[in-house]
């Protein structure tokens, strides 16, 4: 059976600093992996991917995360966070083989303080 | 408009209430997924369609029964509300991504406390 771990269920963080949220995955078979964010009062969005190709995968607000396969991990990283970045982070995979479901860590919370 | 959108967005219920849960899509996707988020433990999945005639059990249906009206509308039941159901509950679409993998689509959520 496939499990995802985030092992920080909060990371507080001054406002420019950098930030690493950490995500190990478990699987026997190949996975895509996914990162989604959840603002306040809000549903999930999708972050950003990897699906296969370049291991390093990047967001249109200044997030990255690259995919290690003899980690097992798919960390997501930001240089320098705004207030904005607020909010709650799941990382999650799906199957190659299957991908009719998602199976999702159990959340990161991002705090930026000003 | 939002795409995924879910009603109510707030509930009060008491032990043993029947209630539903509605979500609707103008995604036009097939695929529909009914999650619950709690706490520390993130979301887990009670149900997912996809299409009108195919519904399957997820992690945690056990309490719950769904109901996919149309394309549009998949529809949550807790038959018999007990307080251990008190979470925040999504919905959510799908669609294939080019290149493999799925993208989800959720609804703002619907937070349900039961008495």
């Known amino acids: 059976a496939q499990s995802v771990t985030q092992l920080d269920s909060q990371v507080p963080v001054f406002e420019e600093a950098p930030v690493e949220l950490r995500c190990n995955y478990s699987?026997?078979?190949?996975?895509?992996l996914f990162w989604y964010v959840q603002y306040p009062n809000q549903g999930l969005q999708l972050l950003l991917k990897y699906l296969s190709g370049s291991t390093l995968v990047e967001s249109i607000n200044g997030f990255e995360a690259e995919f290690n396969k003899s980690q097992t991990s798919f960390h997501l990283r930001k240089p320098s966070v705004h207030i904005s970045d607020t909010a709650e982070y799941f990382c999650a995979v799906s199957l190659v083989s299957n991908t009719d479901k998602l199976i999702f860590g159990t959340g990161t919370r991002l705090q930026v303080f000003p | 408009d939002a795409d995924v959108t879910q009603t109510p967005r707030n509930r009060i219920t008491k032990t043993g209430k029947r209630i539903m849960l509605e979500c609707s899509q103008t995604?036009?996707?097939?695929?529909m997924y009914w999650y619950r988020q709690d706490p520390g433990l993130g979301l887990q999945l009670i149900y997912y369609?996809?299409?009108?005639?195919?519904?399957n059990k997820g992690e945690i249906s056990d309490g719950y029964s769904v109901s996919r009206q149309a394309q549009a509308k998949f529809s949550l039941s807790l038959e018999s509300a007990i307080p251990n159901q008190t979470a925040l509950y999504f919905c959510a679409t799908s669609e294939p991504l080019a290149g493999g993998g799925e993208t989800q689509y959720f609804g703002p959520g619907t937070r349900l406390l039961v008495l």
């Open positions: 699987s026997s078979v190949s996975v895509y």
């Open positions: 995604k036009g996707h097939d695929r």
């Open positions: 369609s996809f299409d009108v005639k195919d519904i």
